[in-house]
C-alpha cells in the first residue's frame, strides 16, 4: 500500500456521479514498475462504489479497466491516478 498523500474527504459538491457506462484508468507512477498482472483496481473500484460515484461495478457500469505504469526517479513521487471517463461502448 502506498503512503496517503491527501486524506481530506472528497466533499459533495465535487464528487461527480456517473448514470453512464465508464472507463477507469488506473495510471501508476512506481520507482520499480511491477508485473504486468501485479496491479488490482479491485479495492479502488470498490471505494469508488462505496462512495456513490458509481452505482454498482457491474460490465453495466463499467466498460473497460485499463492499467498504466511510468517508472519515476524517486519513491517520494510515487503515485496512482484514478481517471473515470464516460464511454459508450457496448456491455460486455
Known amino acids: 500500500m502506498e503512503s496517503l498523500t491527501c486524506n481530506a474527504p472528497l466533499g459533495e459538491e465535487k464528487m461527480q456521479r456517473y448514470d453512464t457506462p465508464v472507463c477507469i484508468i488506473v495510471n501508476s507512477y512506481r520507482k520499480r514498475l511491477c508485473d504486468p498482472d501485479g496491479i488490482s483496481a479491485k479495492a479502488v473500484i470498490d471505494g469508488i462504489v462505496k462512495a456513490g460515484i458509481l452505482s454498482d461495478d457491474t460490465t453495466k457500469q463499467i466498460s473497460e479497466v485499463r492499467f498504466k505504469q511510468t ?22
Open 71 to 92: 517508472k519515476i526517479k524517486s519513491k517520494e513521487e510515487e503515485k496512482t491516478e484514478i481517471i473515470i471517463q464516460e464511454c459508450h461502448s457496448k456491455e460486455v
